[in-house]
């Protein structure tokens, strides 16, 4: 192996650009030529490939955000895109590829794998931390201590005004950032797609509260889950409550999706993007590097995307007791 490319695909993460710098820095290690795809699968099929060396990723470890840029594909779902894009990796003789991403980022791997056979390894990049193979994905540290730290802001002001506020966070289908914000930030009430609560069970904590001589409290709602988005539930608690209540939401949205990346991910990122790129070399292919119990393992695409990761619902049990 002579060429190998990488690329970020999907929703950015804090974090991807320390990936990319530990990727193409252990490329030049090992005496790889490196290059970098610009904005994910489209930038494959349009032959936006560029040579990097080792002072094109100085300066980025603490960036957010991803200097290869990002994209969803929807050419790439195609067999026409993906031949496109097979044609430009092979005008540029590129024998390698490293894929940063999540789910979407990995199904199309896999499919692009299975037709072509260009040895593909992942590093799981996506705040939700949803995907089998890895305890955590890079970017949702940052992501949950961006949240946690509106939450807390926002705990101020619900104290002052004696108010319940909703406060929506992102995770896709996944309550993982839902989970630990909430529980860091002391939330009364945490509702995920993992575990169904239903607004029975919310009014019923909140009234606990009440009891209690509680004033203010917040329930964080994780945007996949299935009593609705933050504003919904808000609207059907009102409606069942009976207790005045004085109801605020706020969406927390992109801002978890950007800004410098924690220790923690830097750390991550670095040893999945040296791990994805030494897998390469030692002839993995078609897997995601990942970090279970502290130990770098890979995981076949196909599991990634298919297999559910549990969430651990002695957390929340603990949350329901400590709130
Ligand atoms: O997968 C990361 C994520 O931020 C999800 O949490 C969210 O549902 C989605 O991407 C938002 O995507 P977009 O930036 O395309 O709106």
């Known amino acids: ?79 026409e895109g993906r031949k496109k894009g097979y044609d430009q990796l092979k005008a540029h003789g590129i024998d390698g590829l490293i894929a940063i991403g999540g789910n979407g980022t990995f199904t199309g791997a896999e499919i692009f794998f299975n037709e072509f056979q260009i040895p593909t390894v992942g590093a799981p990049g996506t705040i939700d931390n949803d995907l089998y193979g890895t305890d955590y994905t890079i970017g949702f540290d940052t992501a949950v201590n961006t949240a946690l730290d509106a939450i807390d802001k926002i705990r101020d002001t619900a104290d002052s005004h004696d108010r319940i506020f909703f406060i ?30 239903t607004v029975e069970d919310v009014v019923s904590v909140l009234k606990a509260g009440f009891d209690r001589k509680k004033s203010s409290s917040i329930v964080i709602v994780a945007e996949g889950d299935e009593e609705g988005h933050a504003a919904e539930v808000a609207e059907k608690i009102k409606a069942t ?7 605020r939401v706020t969406n927390l949205g992109h801002i978890q999706r950007g800004g410098s990346p924690t220790a923690y991910d830097r750390i991550l990122s670095s040893r999945l993007g040296l791990g994805a790129l030494e897998g390469l070399l030692n002839g993995q292919k078609n897997v995601m590097a990942g970090i279970v119990n502290d130990e770098l393992i890979y995981t076949p695409f196909h599991d990634t995307i298919t297999k559910k990761k549990l969430i651990n619902s002695d957390l929340l049990r603990m949350a329901s007791i400590l709130r």
Do not use: W
């Open 1 to 79: 192996m002579k060429r190998v490319a990488v690329f970020t695909s999907g929703g950015d993460a804090p974090g991807m650009n320390a990936c990319i710098r530990a990727v193409v820095r252990g490329g030049l290690h090992y005496g790889l030529e490196m290059f970098g795809i610009i904005r994910g699968y489209n930038g494959m099929i349009k032959g936006d490939i560029i040579p990097l060396n080792s002072q094109s990723v100085s300066n980025i470890v603490q960036r957010g955000g991803t200097i290869l840029k990002s994209a969803r594909s929807k050419e790439f779902m195609t067999p």
């Open 168 to 197: 929506e966070v992102m995770g896709r289908d996944s309550g993982y950032i839902a989970m630990q914000s909430g529980i860091s930030g002391g939330a009364e009430s945490i509702l995920i797609p993992e575990e169904r609560q």
């Open 241 to 247: 409550i009976d207790v005045p209540v004085d109801i």
